[in-house]
């Protein structure tokens, strides 16, 4: 069976402070790779995505970056954090493009200060 | 924006009674829907998906039903129970070549025992 980890679960940091988030998957190859932001009360906005190694789409301009060194690993980056990207980040994974339910990790709580 | 919406950002049952909880997207294009449930500090998990060609998709306690001429979702819940208190999102996928998902602010649902 496939699994989704993300780590750490939660990260206070300060303003101005790099951040990685990491998140593997493990049971599949080939998964299509997505980070969400989750503000508190709020839905689900979609940062990046990847189709494969190396291949970065991103949603939205923002203070983040994504990578994919690995097949099943996604990457979330910072090299300066702001206040606004505190939240709740969702890694999700998909079997293929279109039509396919995703699947979530258990996510990281963020909060910068 | 986005453009997947809710109608009840709340909702509150009696255990035991149906929960009915609506969704509405803009994009007729779309063709794939699929709904979740999201506990506190957790991800997301999936509850029941539906393609633009079925009306409607029964699974355990769960029914989604797709009206396509208003553009309209609804997932329908049997027997409330406390363990399905939640924070409830739909999604739409218009058959973007990347399968994202486009996700709605959600509607928590009480149960009250």
């Known amino acids: 069976s496939q699994t989704i980890h993300q780590w750490p679960a939660t990260l206070v940091q300060p303003v101005g402070s790099p951040l990685s988030l990491e998140c593997t998957v493990e049971g599949t190859s080939n998964p299509n790779l997505y980070w969400y932001r989750q503000a508190a009360g709020r839905g689900l906005q979609l940062l990046f995505y990847s189709v494969g190694i190396g291949q970065i789409s991103s949603e939205v301009p923002q203070n983040l970056s994504a990578s994919r060194p690995q097949d099943r690993q996604f990457i979330l980056s910072s090299k300066k954090l702001l206040l606004s990207d505190s939240g709740f980040y969702l890694c999700?994974?998909?079997f293929g493009i279109g039509g396919h339910e995703q699947f979530f990790g258990p996510g990281t709580r963020l909060t910068v200060l | 924006g986005e453009s997947v919406g809710l109608h009840l950002p709340t909702l509150s049952v009696q255990e035991g009674d149906n929960s009915i909880i609506n969704c509405a997207y803009s994009n007729s294009a779309s063709d794939y829907f699929i709904w979740y449930k999201q506990e506190s500090g957790k991800g997301p998990q999936f509850i029941i998906d539906?393609?633009?060609?079925?009306d409607k998709r029964q699974g355990q306690r769960v029914t989604v039903l797709l009206n396509k001429t208003v553009k309209h979702l609804s997932l329908q819940i049997a027997a409330t129970q406390p363990g399905d208190s939640a924070v409830y999102f739909c999604?739409?996928?218009?058959?973007?070549?990347?399968?994202?998902?486009?996700f709605g602010k959600g509607t928590k649902l009480s149960v009250k025992p």
């Open positions: 999604a739409e996928n218009y058959g973007g070549s990347q399968g994202n998902l486009i």
């Open positions: 999700a994974w998909s």
């Open positions: 539906i393609r633009s060609n079925m």
